[in-house]
């Protein structure tokens, strides 16, 4: 969960226009003349839209504060509740939640105080501060929720740069680690290729059955390092169910998100078990880059003929269209003569599931999924 939109951000505004019914009502039943009346409507209209203008660039990524809609909000508040009295007192309550969520924080209690104070004084003013207490009350108490809102995005903002970071760390590391194990691989492979081709290369013209051995030995190294690399190749594609839970527990627990998965069950066909781990694999991966999710549940059902993995979070969600990975993953499905379906969970989240058959033809040799 990234940082709210603008309409998700007006929507936290409008519950607190709750509070315009009071001089709404003033307006309408307090006998005054025409041009105060129509001065008083646009000044409340004017009020209104440049405060729901401050929480529409509120929470955002400017560094700046709105300054001049701020003054605004301020000016015509105060003005309003000074000059028509108790009804219009309520305004100030609008004036601390822009303070809240706009200022830089060594200024929000400052102004969310003098909101308050000013509510209080035109109350005392009329007489009426002990019957309607709670305005001034109201200021603060809209202050501490708008402020602990915006502490609470700010620190999901941090959450989601660190699941990113620990993303891009992982695949770096990843690519690291395979870059490592190649070097080791075929570093002394190569060398001793390059050694004798350049030994066989003087040794033609003179000695050519020498020549010839060491053209023998340069084949067998070439060779031999060619199986090496198929047996690293192999090795980083083959990949097994439980294997894949374990590497999806570690990388999940390390992004703080919990994860239910099944205990180790009966023994599946080798391919079906590779599948399944590619499965859980690529589910993994979306997790934590798309989903913004707390928690994963993996749940295993295998039946007679039929085995079902779903991989369930309650992020996000979404009906965007599949990716590569998805794509990907439905391919090597349907070579085991299995089925994908994703989209958007029932709740909330993102559904994965794999169907793939025990009684294809390709799955032949059983293996433990533990």
Known sequence: MGLPNRWQRLGWAVPWLLFQVFPVADLVS?????????????GLVAFTVVYLGI???????????P?????????IGVGLAVWLGPAWA??????????????????????VLGAGAVCAGVLAAHGVLGEVFILPVMCVLTAFALRGMRQLISVNNELVEAREELARNAVAEERLRFA?????????????????????????????????QEMADVEAAARRALAEVR?????????????????ARSALSAAGIALRAPAPGRSLPGPVDAVLG????????????????????????????AVELTVADDGRGG?????????????????????????????????????????????ASPVTAS
């Open 180 to 212: 490592r194990d190649l070097h080791d691989l075929l570093g002394h492979s190569l060398s001793l290729i390059a050694l004798k081709s350049e030994l066989a290369g003087r040794l033609a013209e003179r000695d050519p059955a020498r020549a010839r």
């Open 319 to 363: 009906d965007a269209p599949a990716g590569a990975g998805l794509c990907g993953l439905a391919e090597r499905l349907a070579a085991v003569g299995g089925r994908l379906d994703h989209g958007a969970d029932a709740g909330s989240g993102f559904r994965l599931t794999a169907s793939v058959p025990l009684t294809s033809p390709v799955a």
């Open 90 to 111: 309520g305004l100030m309550i609008y004036v601390s939640a822009a303070a809240s969520v706009a200022l830089p924080q060594r200024w929000v209690w400052p102004a």
């Open 231 to 247: 047996d690293a190749v192999s090795g980083y594609r083959q990949v097994n169910l439980a294997q894949a839970l374990a590497e």
């Open 30 to 42: 307090t006998p005054r003349p025409l041009p105060v009346q129509l001065v008083a409507a646009a």
């Open 278 to 305: 590619w499965v859980v694999r690529e589910a993994t991966t979306n997790v934590l880059r798309h989903s913004g999710a707390r928690s994963v549940t993996v749940t295993l059902r295998t039946g007679d003929d």
């Open 55 to 65: 929480f529409g660039d509120a929470f955002g990524e400017r560094r700046d504060w």
């Open 67 to 75: 300054r001049v809609p701020l003054a605004v909000v301020a000016v």
